[in-house]
C-alpha cells in the first residue's frame, strides 16, 4: 500500500500543472457478488499518455466503458473536460462523447460496412463538430493518419488483424476527440503489428496533441508508450508512478507484473 | 426423480423471459415514434428480409398448393365436390397456410439472421461502438429490422398466397380441364373481405412477432460465439412457438367478430 500513497501526491499536483481532462473518484461496480472495481481513482492531465495495467478480468474495461458511459458505475465520480458523468442527460452525453475516441479491444469494425462507411458513421450525427467539412476529405485524412488510404472501399473482412485496428483507430480519431481511450491496443496482434500500433498512437499523439488512457497489460506497450502507469489490483489504483519507478519498485504485486 | 426446484425455477425464468420480451416490445414502439427515424436502414431492411425469403416463400407456396389439391382431388371427387375444390382452396390458403407457413419460414430465415447479426455484432462491440459514437443502436438496428419484418411480412404472405393458388389452378387444369378465368373467378367469389382483412392483420403480427424476438435474442447475446449460435438457435424455437400462439388468439379473436 506504501506505492498507492507517494503517487497520491503526484497526482495532486499534476505533472508541469497541466489541466485535469479526466478524474475518476471512488469507481466502485460489481457484477452479483463479484466486486470488480472497488474505490478506483485515476486523473488524466492533458496531453499525456497515462497507461493503466492490471491482470487479465480485473476490470479494466469495465472502468473505460463506465468512462464512456457504456456501463453504469455503482457509486462514484468520473469527470471529464469539467463535467460530471452523472449528471448529463443522453444528447450532453452524447455531445461529450464526440471529445472521446474509443478504440475497442476487437477493432469493433461494423463487418457489414465498408471502411469508408465505418469512418462515416460517427460523422451521421455529428459533422457540425467538425465545421462542415466535405465527409470525404475527413475520411481520407483520417485514414491516411494510419497509413491507409487504400482501403477505402473494402469490407473490414478483407484486411488484416492489424489493418483492422488501424481503421478503427482512424474511426475513433474522426472526430478529433481531446481524449483518446484505448482498450488493449496490441491485444491479438504479433508483436511486429503491435509495434506498427504503438507508433502510430504516438504519431497520433505528436499530431493531435490528445490525452490518452490506455488500458494494456502488455509490458513493452506499456513502457515505450507510457508518461506514467497507474496498476489496477484488486479493484484499486494500486500503485503509480513512471514505467521506470515501478519496474524498480519492491512492492510484491507490482514486481509481478514485470517480471 | 423430478426436482421440484428444478420446475419452479424453469417456470420462473420462462416467465422473466415473457417480462423481458414485453419490455423489449413496449421498447420498440417507444422508439419507433421518436425521431430521428433511420430511413435508408429500415429500406435496406426491407430489401433483406424480401431478398432472403422470395424465393423460399414462393418455392413452398407453389408446392403447397399443388400438393394440397392433389391430395384432396380424390375426395372431393368421391362427393362429386370437386368444382368447390377452388373456393375450399382459396380459403385455406388464404385464411390460415398461407400467414402460418410464410410465417414459420421468415421465422427460420429471418429470426435466425437477425438474432445472428445482431448477436455477432454485440460480442464483437459493435453495438458499443455505434452508442458511443452518437448513433442509438436501439433505432438504427433493432427499430429498423421490426419495423421491416412488420412491412415486409404480409407481401411475402400475399406473394406465397398467389403462388400457392397458382400451383393449385395447374393441378386443376390438368387434370379438370378447368380453366384459369373460372378457376380464380371461383376463388374471388369464395374470399371476402372478412378472409382478408383478418390474415393481413395476423400477418402483421407475425412480422412484429419475429422481429422482435430476433432482435431480442441477439441485442442482449452474451458468452461469446457459442451465445451466437445461441441466439439464432432460439430465436427460431421462440418465434414458431409464439407464431402458433399468436395464430391461435387470431382465429378465436376473429370468431367472436363472425358471431357478431
Ligand atoms: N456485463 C458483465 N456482466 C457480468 N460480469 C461482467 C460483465 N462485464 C465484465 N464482467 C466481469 O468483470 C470482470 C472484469 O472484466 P473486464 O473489465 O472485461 O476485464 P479486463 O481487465 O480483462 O478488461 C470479469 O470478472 C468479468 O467477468
Ligand atoms: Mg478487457
Redesign the interface.
Do not use: N
Given at each position: 500500500m506504501k506505492a498507492a500513497q507517494t503517487s497520491r501526491k503526484t497526482s495532486s499536483s499534476g505533472p508541469d500543472g497541466r489541466s485535469r481532462v479526466l478524474e475518476i473518484r471512488d469507481l466502485k461496480k460489481q457484477f452479483g457478488e463479484n466486486k470488480v472495481l472497488n474505490g478506483f481513482n485515476m486523473d488524466l492531465f492533458q496531453g499525456e499518455n497515462l497507461v493503466v495495467m492490471g491482470r487479465s478480468g480485473s476490470g479494466k474495461s469495465v472502468m473505460i466503458?463506465c468512462v464512456?458511459?457504456?456501463m453504469q458505475p455503482d457509486s462514484g465520480s468520473i469527470k471529464i473536460l469539467g463535467k460530471e458523468l452523472t449528471h448529463l442527460d443522453r444528447p450532453e452525453l452524447?455531445t461529450l462523447?464526440?471529445e472521446?475516441g474509443?478504440l475497442?479491444?476487437?477493432s469493433?469494425?461494423?463487418?457489414?460496412m465498408t471502411v469508408r462507411e465505418n469512418l462515416e458513421?460517427?460523422l451521421?450525427?455529428?459533422a457540425d463538430k467538425v465545421g462542415n467539412r466535405d465527409t470525404e476529405s475527413l475520411i481520407i485524412e483520417a485514414l491516411e493518419s494510419v497509413k491507409l488510404a487504400h482501403t477505402l472501399d473494402l469490407m473490414p473482412a478483407e484486411l488484416s488483424g492489424g489493418m483492422q485496428r488501424r481503421v478503427a483507430l482512424a474511426?475513433a480519431l474522426i472526430l478529433k476527440p481531446k481524449i483518446i481511450l484505448y482498450d488493449e491496443p496490441t491485444s491479438g496482434l504479433d508483436p511486429i503489428t503491435a509495434k506498427e500500433i504503438i507508433k502510430l498512437m504516438q504519431d497520433i499523439q505528436d499530431e493531435y496533441q490528445t490525452s490518452s488512457l490506455i488500458i494494456t497489460h502488455d509490458v513493452d506497450c506499456a513502457r515505450v508508450i507510457s508518461n506514467r502507469m497507474i496498476l489496477l489490483v484488486d479493484g484499486v489504483n494500486y500503485a503509480e508512478g513512471t514505467f521506470a519507478e515501478l519496474s524498480t519498485s519492491q512492492d510484491q504485486k507490482v514486481r509481478a507484473f514485470f517480471k | 426423480m423430478v426436482n421440484l426446484g428444478d420446475i419452479r425455477d424453469r417456470v420462473f425464468s420462462f416467465f422473466e423471459e415473457v417480462g423481458a420480451l414485453s419490455r423489449f416490445t413496449s421498447r420498440f414502439f417507444r422508439e419507433a415514434f421518436r425521431p430521428p427515424f433511420e430511413w435508408a436502414e429500415f429500406l435496406n431492411q426491407c430489401y433483406y428480409v424480401g431478398n432472403r425469403s422470395l424465393t423460399l416463400v414462393g418455392i413452398t407456396g407453389f408446392i403447397i398448393g399443388l400438393v394440397f389439391t392433389m391430395q384432396s382431388r380424390p375426395t372431393l371427387l368421391e362427393f362429386g365436390a370437386v368444382s368447390w375444390m377452388p373456393s375450399m382452396v382459396g380459403l385455406t390458403i388464404v385464411r390460415e397456410v398461407g400467414p402460418v407457413v410464410t410465417a414459420l419460414i421468415c421465422a427460420g430465415r429471418i429470426g435466425s439472421g437477425i438474432g445472428a447479426?445482431l448477436g455477432?455484432?454485440r460480442v464483437?462491440?459493435?453495438i458499443?461502438?455505434?452508442?458511443?459514437?452518437?448513433?442509438n443502436p436501439f433505432k438504427y438496428l433493432v427499430v429498423t429490422r421490426v419495423l421491416a419484418c412488420i412491412f415486409m411480412l404480409p407481401l411475402l404472405v400475399l406473394i406465397g398466397d398467389a403462388l400457392a393458388l397458382y400451383g393449385s389452378y395447374l393441378v386443376e387444369h390438368v387434370k379438370g380441364d378447368v380453366s384459369f378465368q373460372l378457376y380464380f373467378n371461383q376463388v374471388f367469389d369464395a374470399l371476402t373481405f372478412g378472409d382478408l382483412l383478418p390474415s393481413t392483420i395476423k400477418s402483421f403480427f407475425f412480422g412484429l412477432a419475429i422481429g422482435v424476438v430476433g432482435c431480442y435474442k441477439g441485442y442482449y447475446c452474451s458468452h461469446g460465439t457459442v451465445g451466437v449460435g445461441v441466439a439464432a438457435n432460439t430465436a427460431v424455437v421462440v418465434a414458431s412457438l409464439l407464431l402458433f400462439i399468436l395464430d391461435f388468439m387470431a382465429v378465436v379473436v376473429t370468431d367472436i367478430f363472425y358471431d357478431l
Open positions: 466503458k464512456v458511459g457504456l452524447d462523447r464526440t472521446i474509443f475497442f479491444q476487437g469493433a469494425l461494423y463487418d457489414s458513421f460517427p451521421r450525427r455529428h474511426r | 447479426e455477432s455484432m464483437t462491440e459493435q458499443d461502438a455505434m452508442e458511443v459514437s452518437g448513433t
